[in-house]
Protein backbone atom coordinates (compact mmCIF):
# COMPACT_ATOMS: atom_id res chain seq x y z
CA UNK A 1 0.00 0.00 0.00
CA UNK A 2 2.94 2.22 0.52
CA UNK A 3 4.66 1.42 -2.72
CA UNK A 4 1.14 2.31 -4.75
CA UNK A 5 0.64 5.48 -2.49
CA UNK A 6 3.87 6.70 -3.69
CA UNK A 7 3.68 6.13 -6.86
CA UNK A 8 0.50 7.79 -6.92
CA UNK A 9 2.03 10.69 -5.50
CA UNK A 10 4.34 10.62 -8.22
CA UNK A 11 2.14 10.64 -11.36
CA UNK A 12 -0.28 13.52 -9.29
CA UNK A 13 2.84 15.15 -8.65
CA UNK A 14 4.18 14.94 -12.44
CA UNK A 15 0.59 15.75 -13.73
CA UNK A 16 0.70 19.11 -11.29
CA UNK A 17 4.00 19.71 -12.98
CA UNK A 18 2.70 18.89 -16.40
CA UNK A 19 -0.37 21.58 -15.76
CA UNK A 20 2.00 24.38 -14.75
CA UNK A 21 4.16 24.07 -17.57
CA UNK A 22 1.18 23.83 -20.10
CA UNK A 23 -0.29 27.01 -18.26
CA UNK A 24 2.58 29.26 -18.31
CA UNK A 25 4.45 28.11 -21.48
CA UNK A 26 1.35 28.04 -23.70
CA UNK A 27 2.03 30.81 -25.69
CA UNK A 28 5.27 28.76 -27.46
CA UNK A 29 2.54 26.08 -28.70
CA UNK A 30 0.54 28.63 -30.20
CA UNK A 31 2.99 31.00 -31.88
CA UNK A 32 6.07 30.23 -33.81
CA UNK A 33 7.59 33.37 -34.88
CA UNK A 34 10.73 31.85 -35.37
CA UNK A 35 10.04 29.57 -38.14
CA UNK A 36 12.45 30.48 -41.05
CA UNK A 37 12.66 33.85 -39.45
CA UNK A 38 14.76 35.33 -42.15
CA UNK A 39 12.71 36.94 -45.19
CA UNK A 40 13.11 34.49 -48.20
CA UNK A 41 11.12 36.12 -50.38
CA UNK A 42 9.97 39.77 -51.64
CA UNK A 43 7.35 40.61 -54.24
CA UNK A 44 9.62 42.21 -56.17
CA UNK A 45 11.14 38.67 -57.05
CA UNK A 46 8.32 38.33 -58.83
CA UNK A 47 8.22 41.41 -60.72
CA UNK A 48 5.36 42.90 -58.66
CA UNK A 49 5.58 46.79 -57.40
CA UNK A 50 5.05 46.80 -54.04
CA UNK A 51 5.78 49.48 -51.15
CA UNK A 52 7.01 48.46 -47.85
CA UNK A 53 5.10 49.43 -44.97
CA UNK A 54 5.69 50.26 -41.44
CA UNK A 55 2.48 50.65 -39.32
CA UNK A 56 2.49 51.76 -35.31
CA UNK A 57 -0.06 50.30 -32.98
CA UNK A 58 -2.12 51.86 -30.23
CA UNK A 59 0.34 50.40 -28.13
CA UNK A 60 3.95 51.57 -29.90
CA UNK A 61 4.88 48.73 -31.74
CA UNK A 62 6.15 48.37 -35.15
CA UNK A 63 4.44 46.50 -37.89
CA UNK A 64 5.90 45.90 -41.07
CA UNK A 65 4.31 44.61 -44.45
CA UNK A 66 3.47 44.80 -47.92
CA UNK A 67 1.33 46.75 -49.91
CA UNK A 68 0.74 45.15 -53.63
CA UNK A 69 -1.19 46.92 -55.74
CA UNK A 70 -3.28 45.26 -58.50
CA UNK A 71 -1.77 45.24 -62.11
CA UNK A 72 -4.62 47.67 -63.05
CA UNK A 73 -7.07 48.90 -61.75
CA UNK A 74 -7.98 47.29 -58.37
CA UNK A 75 -11.44 44.98 -58.31
CA UNK A 76 -11.30 45.24 -54.11
CA UNK A 77 -8.33 45.19 -51.72
CA UNK A 78 -7.39 41.73 -49.50
CA UNK A 79 -6.01 42.49 -45.62
CA UNK A 80 -4.08 39.04 -45.12
CA UNK A 81 -4.04 38.00 -41.62
CA UNK A 82 -2.06 35.27 -41.96
CA UNK A 83 -1.13 32.22 -39.24
CA UNK A 84 0.96 31.34 -36.45
CA UNK A 85 3.96 30.15 -38.04
CA UNK A 86 6.85 32.00 -40.42
CA UNK A 87 6.31 35.68 -41.83
CA UNK A 88 4.75 37.11 -44.95
CA UNK A 89 7.56 36.36 -47.12
CA UNK A 90 6.29 32.34 -46.70
CA UNK A 91 3.19 33.53 -48.47
CA UNK A 92 4.17 34.11 -52.21
CA UNK A 93 1.32 32.09 -53.61
CA UNK A 94 -1.30 34.11 -52.07
CA UNK A 95 0.61 37.15 -53.49
CA UNK A 96 0.80 35.92 -56.86
CA UNK A 97 -3.09 34.35 -56.60
CA UNK A 98 -4.70 37.87 -55.52
CA UNK A 99 -2.45 39.89 -57.80
CA UNK A 100 -3.65 37.56 -60.82
CA UNK A 101 -7.38 38.24 -60.07
CA UNK A 102 -6.98 42.00 -60.05
CA UNK A 103 -6.80 42.54 -55.97
CA UNK A 104 -4.81 45.12 -54.08
CA UNK A 105 -2.94 42.85 -51.32
CA UNK A 106 -2.13 44.33 -47.95
CA UNK A 107 -0.10 41.63 -46.03
CA UNK A 108 2.00 42.02 -42.62
CA UNK A 109 3.67 40.62 -39.78
CA UNK A 110 1.69 40.22 -36.29
CA UNK A 111 4.39 41.73 -33.65
CA UNK A 112 7.15 39.62 -33.10
CA UNK A 113 7.18 38.16 -36.32
CA UNK A 114 9.19 38.97 -39.09
CA UNK A 115 10.37 42.46 -39.13
CA UNK A 116 8.28 43.57 -36.70
CA UNK A 117 8.88 44.67 -33.09
CA UNK A 118 7.69 43.24 -29.76
CA UNK A 119 6.08 39.71 -29.04
CA UNK A 120 2.96 37.90 -30.01
CA UNK A 121 0.03 37.97 -27.83
CA UNK A 122 -4.34 37.87 -27.91
CA UNK A 123 -4.87 41.38 -27.71
CA UNK A 124 -1.49 42.18 -29.35
CA UNK A 125 -2.63 40.56 -32.68
CA UNK A 126 -5.82 42.36 -32.56
CA UNK A 127 -4.01 45.55 -32.07
CA UNK A 128 -2.08 44.52 -34.86
CA UNK A 129 -4.91 44.15 -37.34
CA UNK A 130 -6.63 47.59 -36.06
CA UNK A 131 -3.96 49.39 -37.35
CA UNK A 132 -3.53 47.61 -40.19
CA UNK A 133 -7.12 48.57 -41.04
CA UNK A 134 -6.58 52.10 -40.13
CA UNK A 135 -3.77 51.61 -42.54
CA UNK A 136 -5.95 50.97 -45.31
CA UNK A 137 -8.73 53.15 -44.39
CA UNK A 138 -6.84 55.92 -43.38
CA UNK A 139 -3.76 56.72 -45.00
CA UNK A 140 -4.85 54.72 -48.25
CA UNK A 141 -8.55 55.84 -48.11
CA UNK A 142 -9.91 52.38 -49.07
CA UNK A 143 -13.69 52.22 -48.83
CA UNK A 144 -14.32 49.46 -45.97
CA UNK A 145 -16.57 47.92 -48.18
CA UNK A 146 -13.79 47.13 -50.57
CA UNK A 147 -12.08 45.88 -48.21
CA UNK A 148 -11.82 41.53 -47.68
CA UNK A 149 -10.70 40.14 -44.56
CA UNK A 150 -8.57 37.02 -45.59
CA UNK A 151 -7.46 34.80 -42.81
CA UNK A 152 -6.11 32.11 -43.03
CA UNK A 153 -5.52 29.63 -39.47
CA UNK A 154 -5.45 31.92 -36.78
CA UNK A 155 -5.30 34.64 -38.86
CA UNK A 156 -8.93 33.51 -39.36
CA UNK A 157 -9.69 34.44 -35.51
CA UNK A 158 -7.91 37.58 -35.56
CA UNK A 159 -9.85 38.56 -38.89
CA UNK A 160 -12.92 37.78 -37.57
CA UNK A 161 -12.36 39.44 -34.71
CA UNK A 162 -11.88 42.55 -37.12
CA UNK A 163 -14.99 41.94 -39.05
CA UNK A 164 -16.91 42.20 -35.91
CA UNK A 165 -15.36 45.37 -34.74
CA UNK A 166 -15.41 47.35 -38.41
CA UNK A 167 -17.85 46.07 -41.33
CA UNK A 168 -15.62 45.31 -44.79
CA UNK A 169 -17.04 44.28 -47.76
CA UNK A 170 -16.64 40.65 -47.12
CA UNK A 171 -14.91 38.02 -44.98
CA UNK A 172 -12.59 34.52 -45.72
CA UNK A 173 -11.67 31.90 -43.39
CA UNK A 174 -9.36 29.39 -44.57
CA UNK A 175 -8.60 26.69 -42.09
CA UNK A 176 -9.92 28.43 -39.09
CA UNK A 177 -10.35 26.40 -35.63
CA UNK A 178 -13.95 27.57 -33.80
CA UNK A 179 -11.15 28.40 -30.72
CA UNK A 180 -8.33 27.72 -29.11
CA UNK A 181 -9.93 25.96 -26.53
CA UNK A 182 -11.66 23.79 -28.21
CA UNK A 183 -9.52 23.03 -30.69
CA UNK A 184 -6.91 22.14 -27.59
CA UNK A 185 -9.32 20.00 -26.00
CA UNK A 186 -9.42 17.68 -29.28
CA UNK A 187 -5.25 17.72 -29.15
CA UNK A 188 -4.99 17.14 -25.42
CA UNK A 189 -7.83 15.42 -24.17
CA UNK A 190 -5.90 14.33 -21.11
CA UNK A 191 -5.71 17.82 -20.42
CA UNK A 192 -8.15 20.38 -18.71
CA UNK A 193 -7.53 23.21 -21.34
CA UNK A 194 -10.54 24.51 -20.87
CA UNK A 195 -9.69 26.01 -17.08
CA UNK A 196 -5.96 26.14 -18.30
CA UNK A 197 -6.51 28.39 -21.32
CA UNK A 198 -5.47 31.76 -21.20
CA UNK A 199 -5.98 32.55 -25.17
CA UNK A 200 -9.90 32.49 -26.93
CA UNK A 201 -9.08 33.58 -30.21
CA UNK A 202 -13.39 32.22 -30.09
CA UNK A 203 -13.84 32.97 -33.97
CA UNK A 204 -17.29 31.38 -34.00
CA UNK A 205 -18.21 33.85 -31.46
CA UNK A 206 -17.07 36.90 -33.19
CA UNK A 207 -19.13 35.17 -36.61
CA UNK A 208 -22.64 36.19 -34.36
CA UNK A 209 -21.58 40.21 -34.67
CA UNK A 210 -20.60 40.07 -37.97
CA UNK A 211 -23.50 41.01 -40.64
CA UNK A 212 -21.05 40.49 -44.05
CA UNK A 213 -20.91 37.90 -46.40
CA UNK A 214 -18.71 35.22 -45.27
CA UNK A 215 -16.76 32.14 -47.48
CA UNK A 216 -15.68 29.57 -45.12
CA UNK A 217 -12.53 27.05 -46.95
CA UNK A 218 -11.59 23.73 -45.42
CA UNK A 219 -10.15 20.57 -46.18
CA UNK A 220 -11.86 17.34 -44.78
CA UNK A 221 -7.84 16.22 -44.95
CA UNK A 222 -7.01 18.92 -42.41
CA UNK A 223 -4.96 17.02 -39.90
CA UNK A 224 -4.46 20.11 -37.83
CA UNK A 225 -7.60 22.04 -37.89
CA UNK A 226 -10.61 19.32 -38.16
CA UNK A 227 -12.72 19.83 -40.80
CA UNK A 228 -15.66 19.37 -38.38
CA UNK A 229 -14.46 22.99 -37.17
CA UNK A 230 -15.68 24.96 -40.67
CA UNK A 231 -18.66 23.02 -40.96
CA UNK A 232 -19.71 24.63 -37.63
CA UNK A 233 -17.70 28.11 -38.44
CA UNK A 234 -20.12 27.69 -41.49
CA UNK A 235 -23.37 27.37 -39.33
CA UNK A 236 -22.80 30.19 -36.97
CA UNK A 237 -22.56 32.65 -39.98
CA UNK A 238 -25.37 34.22 -41.03
CA UNK A 239 -26.34 34.72 -44.22
CA UNK A 240 -24.91 35.48 -46.88
CA UNK A 241 -22.78 32.69 -46.81
CA UNK A 242 -20.46 29.86 -48.80
CA UNK A 243 -18.56 27.29 -48.05
CA UNK A 244 -15.75 25.77 -50.19
CA UNK A 245 -14.66 22.75 -49.87
CA UNK A 246 -10.43 22.01 -50.71
CA UNK A 247 -8.30 19.13 -50.50
CA UNK A 248 -5.46 18.33 -48.44
CA UNK A 249 -3.62 18.35 -45.26
CA UNK A 250 -3.41 21.90 -43.26
CA UNK A 251 -0.31 23.03 -44.69
CA UNK A 252 -0.55 21.71 -48.08
CA UNK A 253 -4.70 22.28 -49.80
CA UNK A 254 -4.41 26.16 -49.75
CA UNK A 255 -6.53 28.17 -52.23
CA UNK A 256 -4.20 28.80 -54.80
CA UNK A 257 -3.22 25.16 -55.35
CA UNK A 258 -5.94 24.76 -57.56
CA UNK A 259 -6.92 27.10 -60.21
CA UNK A 260 -11.14 26.49 -59.82
CA UNK A 261 -10.98 27.76 -55.75
CA UNK A 262 -8.76 30.78 -57.02
CA UNK A 263 -11.75 31.17 -59.61
CA UNK A 264 -14.59 30.47 -56.69
CA UNK A 265 -13.24 32.83 -54.29
CA UNK A 266 -13.17 35.63 -57.46
CA UNK A 267 -16.96 34.62 -57.54
CA UNK A 268 -16.70 35.09 -54.30
CA UNK A 269 -15.41 38.46 -53.61
CA UNK A 270 -17.34 39.37 -57.36
CA UNK A 271 -20.50 38.88 -55.45
CA UNK A 272 -19.99 40.50 -52.11
CA UNK A 273 -17.89 43.56 -52.73
CA UNK A 274 -19.76 44.64 -56.31
CA UNK A 275 -16.44 44.91 -58.16
CA UNK A 276 -16.54 45.95 -61.66
CA UNK A 277 -16.70 43.88 -64.35
Known sequence: MRMLLKLILFIAAGYAA???????AQSHLIYFPQVEREYTFTPAQEGLAYESV??????????????VPAPSTAKATILFLHGNAGNIAHRRDYLLTFYRLGYNTFIFDYRGYGKSSGSPSEVG?????????????EKKAISPTHIVLFGESLGGAVAAWLAAKKEPGALVLASVFT???DLATELYPFLPVRLLSRFQYSTIDYLKAITCPVLVVHSPQDEIVPFAHGQALFQAATEPKQFLTLQGGHNVGF?????EWAMALDEFIHTSVGVPD
Not at 18 to 24: A, Q
Not at 255 to 259: E, L, M, P, Y
Open 255 to 259: IFTRR
Open 179 to 181: SVP
Open 125 to 137: TYQDALAAWQYLT
Open 54 to 67: QLTTSDNETLHGWF
Open 18 to 24: LLLLVFF
